[in-house]
């Protein structure tokens, strides 16, 4: 930005507003897991997040390819679940009961309101793509690195 229209203080507001658009997003993801957590496992949600903060920062420190591979860890067993989801729901789907509550859900407004989350996943999941090119910037080798992970 600086070099672009050679204000330094507005390179500085944008480098920072990145930053806190980070922090906001890293936040209201930790948050979001602890309450998913508290489903399985009686826990405050102070200790869960800070847990998990700190199990992040192990892994970010340990490394990026290893943040890959966390990453492509954590990635399947969530294809796994949606695969599981599936299988319990398919008996469902074959019989017209599924027709029946489907009309009924898009009366109710909590229909709405998951529909909404889903599109906040999806814009935390463009953020993802974002911070790839950030680390880009980051190797010696981008093609090599990139090409190797096939990203």
């Known amino acids: 930005m600086e070099q672009a229209f050679n204000i330094k203080g507005l390179s500085i ?27 399985f496992v009686s826990a405050p949600d102070v200790v869960v997040i ?10 970010a420190i340990w ?42 859900a898009l009366q109710h407004p909590v229909f709405y309101f998951g529909i909404l989350s889903g599109a906040g996943i999806e814009f935390y999941a463009f953020i993802g793509f974002e911070d790839m090119v950030n680390v880009a910037e980051e190797v010696k080798n981008v093609r090599h690195v990139l090409r190797q992970r096939k990203i």
């Open 13 to 39: 507001t944008i480098a920072l507003a990145v930053v806190l658009t980070g922090i906001v997003s890293s936040a209201t993801l930790v948050n979001g897991f602890a309450g998913y957590f508290r489903e």
């Open 50 to 59: 800070t847990l998990v903060c700190i199990t992040l920062g192990i892994v």
């Open 63 to 104: 490394g990026i390819a290893e943040s890959v591979n966390v990453a492509v860890a954590i990635t399947l067993t969530e294809l796994l679940g949606l695969i599981a989801v599936v299988i319990v729901a398919l008996p469902a789907a074959t019989n017209n009961e599924i027709v029946t509550a489907e009309s009924q």
